[in-house]
């Protein structure tokens, strides 16, 4: 299926008063910050088009500079040129998601339907991921496919090997996903390159650490799984993250990669206005076939998960939101914004590759090494 695109000509956003938005691109990203890719990270080639020119940070409007997005011809992966250098990077994130607390929420309340509730998520995960959770009465006929692609993220789309099981999150932020993960009965760990987000971490009793790369931190087979949910992008040399994980998993190892998707509806519709795109944060963005392949080429046996991953509405809504800042007016209602989403997640159900977030697993089958 193809959504109606808004026609656009070196769409870059226009800052100023009018627009509501204030300006991070009045400024210039260091000069001595920046490093040329010639090369797709991806792929190698060289070959590629520039699908958008002069993009700014609309997300968290805190980067400086304007950037080039290219495309390669070979892979379809996107990626920035020039790019912000590892050392430089920080920049682009003074302001992010995973620099406040975690939120532990109000209590629920202890009544017969929240019972009922959580010991249909337990007999869900016991029944798909190998728990054994108490309460577990199995009330799947009476669960939604909503719920269950729900309960499939919260525990990562990750089999639960047995007591004793460790996963290593790359990229963990504030550490939430490993406090879920953690009372599900892994021993979890985790990396990431944002000093403010590991603190949070810390603070909440994690084994977390400020890493950027996971190798040589520990040995090699160590760890049942290892995440990497909307980490990849952020990656200057994804493919040597790929390796890393592959030795650091044991024979039969999994790893879950979560990563947006350039080929989505949403960003054939919105264009430089994708939610996606979140420049300069995201170095690099797949396709699934160009990082199944990547995954592949790294030793991984690769498969998708079983419920397609349908949550365009999410991200037609923040697309939408970012396109109405930048042109200070909302040129499509929100219910047509359901619609458009509602007719994504059915392009994604005839074609997993069209979801607008890319999900994909990894199995090791070799001895680490």
Not at 185 to 200: F, K, N, S
Request: glycine content about 8%; overall charge positive; proline content about 7%.
């Amino acid at each position: 299926m193809q959504l109606t695109p808004v026609e656009e000509k070196n769409d870059a956003p226009v800052m100023g008063k009018e627009t509501g938005v204030s300006g991070p691109d009045k400024k210039q990203w260091p000069a001595d910050g920046l490093e040329n890719v010639l090369n797709c990270p991806v792929c190698g080639s060289r070959q590629r088009q520039l699908p958008y020119t002069a993009l700014t940070d609309q997300v968290f409007n805190c980067a400086p500079g304007q950037w080039d997005l290219y495309r390669c011809e070979n892979c379809a992966s996107a990626y920035l040129d020039p790019r912000p250098t590892p050392a430089s990077i920080g920049l682009a994130y003074t302001e992010y998601y995973t620099h406040t607390p975690i939120s532990g929420g109000k209590p629920e309340a202890d009544s017969w339907w929240r019972r009922w509730r959580v010991s249909q998520r337990n007999a869900f995960l016991n029944k798909h991921y190998g728990y054994h959770l108490k309460p577990a009465l199995d009330f799947s006929l009476f669960m939604s496919q909503r719920r269950q692609r729900r309960f499939d993220r919260y525990t990562g789309y990750l089999r639960f090997p047995g007591p004793g099981a460790r996963l290593l999150d790359v990229g963990c932020g504030n550490g939430s996903f490993l406090l879920q993960m953690q009372s599900l009965g892994w021993e979890v760990c985790g990396i990431d390159a944002d000093l403010r987000a590991v603190e949070q971490a810390q603070k909440a009793g994690l084994n977390v650490r400020v890493e950027l790369s996971p190798q040589g931190l520990w040995p090699q087979g160590h760890f049942d799984a290892i995440c990497m949910s909307h980490v990849i992008e952020h990656l200057h040399n994804p493919l040597q993250t790929l390796a890393d994980c592959k030795n650091l998993l044991k024979p039969g190892g999994q790893l879950m990669i979560a990563t947006p998707n350039f080929d989505a509806c949403g960003r054939e519709y919105f264009g430089s206005d994708w939610r996606g795109l979140e420049i300069p944060r995201h170095l690099v963005l797949f396709t699934e076939k160009s990082l199944w392949r990547a995954m592949e080429q790294s030793g991984f046996v690769v498969a998708r998960p079983d419920r397609p991953n349908l949550n365009a509405k999410a991200m037609f809504k923040m697309s939408g939101e970012l396109r109405r800042k930048r042109r200070g007016r909302s040129d499509v209602s929100k219910w047509r914004l359901r619609w458009l989403a509602f007719k994504a997640d059915l392009a994604t159900k005839r074609d997993p590759g069209r979801t607008e977030e890319l999900i994909l697993l990894g199995t090791t089958v070799n001895a680490p090494g």
